[in-house]
């Protein structure tokens, strides 16, 4: 009994170091900087920095543009007021009286005259 315990103690020690040596190999792959989990690692690692960085100039960007669209809107809201306040004073002035002369360009418009000619068959029956 003791010799059959013995060689299974054997046994299950046996692979328990099989079973250290590969973990040991895939965690020897898994560190690796150049192909394994490592690599990947370093690679989003830089890839954040990166994005890290372009997200900061967009914030910049924005916040430029905000304060410059900031000020355009404060400068059309004082024109908006001093033209308010100019179509108010607008109706203090009186109204023209119209003016007796015509325009000649208008005039002419209206002297124009559209002159219709008859077609072939109302000339036709005209002259029978």
Known sequence: MDFIANILMAG?????????????QR??????????????????????????????????A?????????????R???????????LASMHDIPARA???RPDPEVEAERRRRFVRRRSLRE???TDA
């Open 27 to 60: 965690l020897k792959r898994f560190s690796t900087l150049e192909g394994g989990m490592g690599g990947a690692i370093a690679v989003l690692s830089a890839q954040v920095d990166e994005m890290t960085r372009a997200l900061e100039k967009a914030r910049a």
């Open 62 to 74: 924005a916040t430029h543009s905000a304060s410059s669209l900031d000020g355009l809107t404060e």
């Open 98 to 100: 119209p003016d007796p």
């Open 12 to 24: 299950g020690t046996f692979g328990a170091a099989l079973y250290c040596y590969v973990l040991g």
């Open 123 to 125: 000339s036709s029956e």
């Open 76 to 86: 059309a809201e004082s024109v908006a007021a001093r033209l308010e306040l100019m």
